[in-house]
C-alpha cells in the first residue's frame, strides 16, 4: 500500500518562507522540492533534482522566472523546461523537470503533488483566522521525527492533554474524561469534546485569571491529509453559556505534512479574538503553545522509536481511539481508491 | 538461530539504579523493559512499550505499585494488568503488560526474559563479594558497542592481559605464555591460570611494592550467560605458597548483558580484602579496573567494526581460544536445547 | 557488477603518511588495509584484520619489519606470515594475512588490490611533477562522501567550472560554452579544451594581474582507475601563442580511490613552474585549489544524496557528457573483462 495520499493539497510552507531570491529546499512525501517565487509573486515548486546529473537545484541560482543549476550549467523556466544548456543548441526534450501546481491561500503555501490534472483548488479548506481583523497570532513551524500518521493520532485524541499537558494545556483528568463525539465528513472527521466544569488549564489560568470552574470546548475539523482547524475556548461556568464576555476564544490552524516515512512537518498557529493589541498575549500564547508541542514531539517521537523496535507489535484500543481510527480508515480508503483508479477520487468538497 | 539465551537470568541494574519514584528505562536483549520498584522494596520489571499505543511507560509516572502511560492515562498495576482507562469503564483483558521475574541478590537486580514457569532463583549465582564485612570495593558500569560474545571471549582468554593491558593489569608478556586449565561445568567453564616468577603489574606494583619477582593467579567460574566470578592475587615469589601475609588478594563480580545484538550492559566491581579503611585503596583499584575495562572497550568495539565489514570471513584458532571455545559451544547448545523444547532445557544447578 | 576494478593500480597514501613506527590503518574498495613502513623504506600493506580474532593490526605494535596484534599477540611479518603466538609453539599456516603490492613513485604509495601475479608497475603513470625540481606545490588530501565515479564525471566535463567554480576557478561561461576534443586511450581518455579570449578566472586575475582578454587551456590524461594528469595554463590573448613568458603554467597530479561504495580518497596537488621561490604564490595556488575542490566536494555529496534519495531515477545526457560517457564505458568494460577472465585483462600500457 502506498504510505501517501497524492491527489490533495498539502501545506508545503509559510508564505515567509519563501522570499526575493530564496530557492527553497524541502522534502515532501519522501521527494526533494525546490520552491521559488515568480515575479508576479506565484510560487513554483519544481523537482529540486536536476535530470542531467542529479545535482540539487537548490543549491543553483534564481535568474528571473527560471532557475540555473550550478553545477553544468541547465536553465530551467517556471514550467521546468530547459531553456538553455551551456555549449549546445539543440536542447533534448528529455531535459525537463517536473513542476507541482501550488496556490497560495492566506500564508499558506499548497502544493498538489498528484496528478495536476485533478488539482483542484476549491479543496483548500478555508483557513479564516489566518488572514483576518479579528484574529492575531504568530506563526509556527516544528519538525518531528515520526511518522505523520502518529501526529493525527494524536490531534484526533485530546484525552491525551490531560496528561502530556498537564502541566501546560490540560490542568485535570477532566478532559480525557469527557468523550467526544466524533463524525464523518466526506474528506475529514469532525470532534467535538465539551468538557464542563473543570478546573482551569495552568495556561489559560494565566491569561484569564478565572475565580473556580470553568466549562471549555473543543470543535474541529480534521481534514485529509492532515489539516486541522480548531475552534476552542474556556469560560467561567458561573457566566451564562451565551455570555462570551469573560470567555477565552482561540482558532488555531494547524497542517501536518509528511517529509519522508518517519518524518514530519508541522505548521500552526494559535489565534485569539481578545485583547488584540495587547502583544504579550499573543507572544504569550505562541510561546505556550509551542511548549506543549514539544511536549508532544518528545512523546510523539519516543512513540516511533518503540514501534521501530518492534513493528510487528499489535496496538489495543480503548474508546478514546475512535477518532483515529475513523480518519485512519478514511484515509486508508482514499489511498486505496487512488491507487486503484487515480482518475476517479472522489474529489468531494468538504462538508460544510 | 537466536541470538540470545531466554531461559536464565541476566542482572538488569545495580540496586541503586532504581530507586523512589524513578522509573528505569533499559533494553535488554533487544527488548525495552521498564523497571521500578514497588513499596515492598520488589522490583517490577514490564514491558516498557505501552500496549495501547506504544509510548514508552518509562516517560509515564509511578503511582503506588502502579505505573500510568502518560501519553493516554493507562494505568497498569505490578502484575502488568491495566487496571484504569480514563473516560471508560470497562477495560479490554487485552490491555496489559508482560512482565518478567526479578529477583535482588547482594546489590543486583537480576531479571529472567524467558518463560516464567521455569524461573528458578537457585540458579543465580553466587556473587558472596558483593555484600561481605571482609570485602571493600566500588560498583561500575560500562556501556560497549560490540555484540556481548565478544566480552565473553575476552574474559575467557587472559592471555589479552599482556598485550591489551600491557601498561595496567599485563606487564609482561608471561601471562599469554601461561597454559590456563579450563574444565566445563553444567552451566560455565572454570579456568585457572597461574603464572610463576613473573613481574608484578604496574597495577600491583603501585598497592603492593613488591621486591624481585612475583606468582600471580587467576582462577574464575563464568556462568551462562555471561557471569565472571573471579578469584585473583599476587604474592611474593619469596614467600611460600600457603603465606598469604603479604599478598594482594581480590575478587571480582562481573556481568555482561546483552542490550541489542550489537550493544551490552557490562556490569562489574573488583573487591580486595587487604586494607578494607584505606578509600584511596579501594577507589585506586576501582580506577584501575575501569581504565583497563576502557582498553578492552577500545578493542572489542573495533574487532566488532572489522567483523561487521565483512561478517562472512572466518577466524583462525589458536591454542588460547579453548576456554572461549568450550564456552561457546555451550551456550550455543544450551540456545539450541531452548528453541526445540523450551520446557526441558537442563535446569542444572551449577557445580561447585 | 562489481563496483571496483581490482587489477590496476590505485594511490593508497602520500608518502609523508607513512613514517617511522606509523600503523596507517586505510579503508581501500571496502578493504580495510593496514600500511608500514620496513626497514629499508619499502612499504607492507596487509589486511587491517587478525585473522585470529579480527582485531585491527593497527591498534598494534610495529616490531622491525613485523607488526605484532596487541588484542592476543599474534606477531606477522612482511610476507603476512604469522610467526609468533604467544605460549605455542606451532602456528597453524591458515594464521596468515593477506598482504597486497605496493609500489612507491615520487611521493605517492601506490597498491594493486587484484591478483597479485598480475601486478605490473609499468602501469603506473608517470606523475612527473611530483618530483622535479622546475616545479613546485604543496601535498593536499580531501574525504569525499561520495562514489567515486561521481568525482571522476566531474573531472572529465569541465563545464562545471563556469558554475560551480564561478567565483574561483571560473570566471565566466566561457569555459562551458567551448566544447572539448576526447580522444580514447587504451586505459583511460584524453581530453583538451581550449578557451580563447576569455576574462580570467579571479584565481589567475591575482596571480598573474592579466589585461584585457587571456586565453586559457586544459589538456589532461584521466587513467583507470582515477588517475587524472593535468596540463592547464593562461596567457594573454595579446602576446602570440608560442610566447609563454607571462604564461601561467600549471600541471596537476590528482588520483581518486574508492574508500567504500559511497566514500572516496582524493589524492591531489596543483604546480607551478613559475616564480618557484616564492612560498607565497606555491601557499596560495595551493589553498585556492583547496577552496575550489571543497566547492566540488558540496556539489558531489549533495548530489550523491539526491541520487541515494531515488536510485533508479535516469540521468539525461547533454553534449558536454561525451568524456564522461566515454570513461565510464571503458571502466565498466574493463571491469565486466576483469569478472568473466581475470588473467587475460588487456594490460596494455597508456598510449603516450
Chains 1, 2, 3 share one sequence.
Not at 484526533?156 to 478532559?175: A, M, Q, R
Not at 480548531?230 to 469560560?235: F, P, S
Not at 451564562?240 to 482558532?251: E, K, R, T, V, W
Amino acid at each position: 500500500m502506498n504510505m501517501f495520499l497524492k491527489n490533495c493539497w498539502y501545506v508545503a510552507a509559510w508564505d515567509h518562507e519563501i522570499l526575493g531570491d530564496t530557492l527553497l529546499s524541502r522534502t515532501l512525501l519522501g521527494q526533494p522540492v525546490l520552491f521559488y517565487r515568480k515575479e508576479d509573486g506565484t510560487v513554483v515548486a519544481m523537482d529540486n533534482k536536476c535530470c542531467h546529473r542529479h545535482a540539487p537545484l537548490h543549491m543553483g541560482r534564481k535568474e528571473g522566472d527560471c532557475v540555473r543549476c550550478m553545477y553544468h550549467g541547465a536553465k530551467y523556466d517556471a514550467t521546468g523546461a530547459c531553456v538553455e544548456v551551456p555549449g549546445q543548441e539543440r536542447i533534448p526534450p528529455k531535459l525537463r523537470q517536473r513542476v507541482y501546481p501550488t496556490a497560495q491561500r492566506k500564508r499558506w503555501v499548497w502544493i498538489w503533488m498528484g496528478d495536476p490534472a485533478l488539482a483542484d483548488d476549491t479543496l483548500i479548506p478555508d483557513t479564516f483566522s489566518l488572514a483576518h481583523p479579528d484574529w492575531r497570532w504568530k506563526p509556527s513551524y516544528l519538525h518531528y521525527e515520526c511518522n505523520y500518521l502518529l501526529i493525527s493520532d494524536n490531534l484526533l485524541d485530546f484525552s491525551h492533554l490531560s496528561y502530556v499537558h498537564e502541566k501546560t494545556f490540560g490542568g485535570s483528568p477532566n478532559i480525557a474524561e469527557a468523550r467526544p463525539e466524533v463524525q464523518r465528513m466526506a474528506r475529514g472527521v469532525r470532534v467535538s469534546r465539551p468538557v464542563r466544569g473543570t478546573v482551569p488549564a495552568p495556561y489559560h489560568q494565566r491569561l484569564g485569571s478565572f475565580e473556580g470552574k470553568v466549562d471549555r470546548w473543543f470543535r474541529y475539523d480534521f481534514h485529509v491529509p492532515g489539516i486541522l482547524l480548531l475552534d476552542a475556548g474556556v469560560k467561567s461556568t458561573a457566566t451564562p453559556d451565551d455570555d462570551m464576555s469573560g470567555a477565552l476564544q482561540f482558532h488555531s490552524c494547524q497542517a501536518i505534512t509528511p517529509e519522508t516515512e518517519k518524518s514530519t512537518h508541522y505548521f500552526f498557529m494559535q489565534a485569539h479574538n481578545f485583547r488584540l493589541d495587547d502583544a504579550v498575549v499573543t507572544e504569550s500564547i505562541d510561546q505556550s503553545q509551542k511548549r506543549a508541542f514539544i511536549e508532544d514531539k518528545q512523546i510523539l517521537e519516543a512513540q516511533q522509536q518503540m514501534i521501530d523496535n518492534s513493528p510487528e507489535s499489535p496496538m489495543v484500543a480503548m474508546a478514546a481511539d475512535a477518532g483515529l481510527m475513523q480518519y485512519r480508515r478514511l484515509l486508508s480508503e482514499l489511498i486505496d481508491l487512488e491507487s486503484k483508479a487515480p482518475a476517479v477520487i472522489p474529489l468531494i468538497p468538504v462538508t460544510p
